[in-house]
């Protein structure tokens, strides 16, 4: 079992800046993956930025080139530097995280969502 717990959410003006945090209760180090989703009023949730054990990075298109994930596996932590914000990246951001559960299998845990908005 992990548990993750997101930080770092707020009201930002458009092309403003924020740093999410996603702090793991244990080690992330053996995690297969870890990610970080977004989810609008109205909408799916849809993923931001998926990164893997060994660190290969997938990003969404609409967010490539403004935002970038970082994982500290001494701290334990998994950071999402968002730069050039727009209204349109408004949403609840969750943190996951896919560990092995035993028997070749993974589970994915979730954390509790921090908001971020961007007002025009």
């Known amino acids: 079992q992990v548990q993750l717990v997101e930080s770092g959410g707020g009201l930002v003006q458009t092309g403003g800046s924020l740093r999410l945090s996603c702090a793991a209760s244990g080690s992330i180090s053996s995690a297969r993956g870890m990610g970080w989703y977004r989810q609008a009023p109205g909408k799916q949730r849809e993923a931001v930025v998926t990164?893997?054990?060994?660190?290969?990075?997938n990003y969404a298109d609409s967010v490539k080139g403004r935002f970038t994930i970082e994982r500290d596996n001494a701290k334990n932590t998994v950071f999402l530097q968002m730069n050039s914000l727009k209204p349109e990246d408004t949403g609840v951001y969750y943190c996951?995280?896919?560990?092995?559960?035993?028997?070749?299998?993974?589970?994915?845990?979730w954390g509790q969502g921090t908001q971020v908005t961007v007002s025009s």
């Open positions: 990164i893997t054990h060994i660190g290969s990075t």
């Open positions: 996951s995280a896919a560990m092995p559960v035993g028997w070749g299998s993974v589970k994915v845990f």
